[in-house]
């Protein structure tokens, strides 16, 4: 009896370990994906913006039809902060990383469906709010409006996104017009 219930609080352990490791992977991860990449991508960077939020842009043809590396590469950076806690990770719980990484994947191309007119159910739209959740509908809108919708996995970091954006672009201006001055 005594054996049974400690083979059972070791898999209790064993699942929260799993949980709590896939979900500080996919939070730690869009945060650093959002704050050092993506914003600052959509500031000083030309390709991104490009890519994704041009007129006539599909994720699909840029991202997955072309054989371009340099969109590739931009997939890449934007996963990379994912990636960088795996080593630290794994050692807390191979499974959770493998969960984490294997549902940040799946919400890459969840989140692109858009493209083929997906609607999302009331049910689990409703579920992605109540869990901070980006859906299609709400990355579609970040698609046609760059200052809009920020988070890739989590809407939690739109507000936070928007005012790092707005300081960034105040920095560009700010050197823009020291530099400028320099110049004269």
Same mark, same amino acid.
């Given at each position: ?66 054989? +371009? ?14 990636? *960088? ?5 794994? +050692?807390?719980? %191979? ?25 999302? %159910? ?10 901070? *959740? ?10 046609? +409006? ?6 890739? *996995? ?5 507000? %936070? ?24």
């Amino acid at each position: 009896m005594i054996k049974l219930a400690s083979v059972g609080e070791e898999l209790d352990v064993f699942i929260v370990k799993a949980f709590l490791v896939a979900t500080f992977l996919l939070v730690i991860g869009d945060a650093i994906s959002t704050f050092l990449y993506h914003v600052p991508e959509h500031v000083f960077g030309k390709f991104h913006s490009l890519v994704h939020h041009g007129k006539n842009r599909s994720f699909v043809h840029y991202a997955v039809l072309t054989r +371009n590396p340099l969109v590739l590469l931009d997939g890449f950076l934007g996963a990379l902060p994912y990636f *960088i806690f795996v080593p630290w990770l794994w +050692n807390i719980s %191979p499974l959770g990383t493998i969960i984490g990484l294997i549902l940040g994947e799946l919400h890459v191309v969840w989140r692109h469906v858009s493209i083929i007119k997906w609607k999302t %159910p009331k049910q689990v739209k409703l579920l992605c709010k109540l869990l901070f *959740i980006t859906t299609p509908e709400r990355h579609c809108l970040h698609h046609k +409006n760059a200052n809009l919708a920020y988070g890739d *996995i989590f809407t939690f970091y739109d507000y %936070p996104a928007r005012l790092w954006l707005k300081f960034l672009v105040f920095l560009k201006v700010k050197y823009k017009q020291t530099m400028t001055t320099k110049q004269t």
